[in-house]
């Protein structure tokens, strides 16, 4: 019903940036909140960031002041800039999105996931 395909991961240096994208695609009436988990080995996934609808932003502890997440409602797409990254940012990084469906019927969807990698 819903597809959320992301992109933008992968190898950077330390100090460096990345940028991510995810888009959500489908029987979408429309997207409430929207976000990003990571996942480094062998750790629990964690919430990094999210935004609501009206713009609305939280960070992990982690990640504030080097992070940024933005959406762009008209394309259901948020994206994540990621700056100053080092090794403790690893990991694979999961998009969300809190669909409602046409009906009203609420739906959680999932990107595939991006691996980063930060490695000099």
């Known amino acids: 019903q819903v597809e959320l395909v992301e992109s933008g991961g992968g190898l950077v240096q330390p100090g460096g940036s990345l940028r991510l994208s995810c888009a959500a695609s489908?029987?979408?009436?429309?997207?409430?909140?929207m976000g990003w988990y990571r996942q480094a080995p062998g750790k629990q996934r964690e919430l990094v960031t999210t935004?609501?609808?009206?713009?609305?932003?939280k960070y992990a502890d982690s990640v504030n002041g080097r992070f940024t997440i933005s959406r762009d409602n008209a394309k259901n797409t948020v994206y994540l800039q990621m700056s100053d990254l080092n090794a403790e940012d690893m990991g694979v990084y999961y998009c969300?999105?809190?669909?409602?469906?046409?009906?009203?019927?609420?739906?959680?969807?999932w990107g595939q996931g991006t691996q980063v990698a930060v490695s000099s």
């Open positions: 969300y999105a809190g669909v409602i469906l046409p009906g009203g019927t609420s739906y959680t969807g």
């Open positions: 935004v609501t609808r009206d713009g609305n932003k």
């Open positions: 489908g029987r979408i009436f429309r997207i409430d909140d």
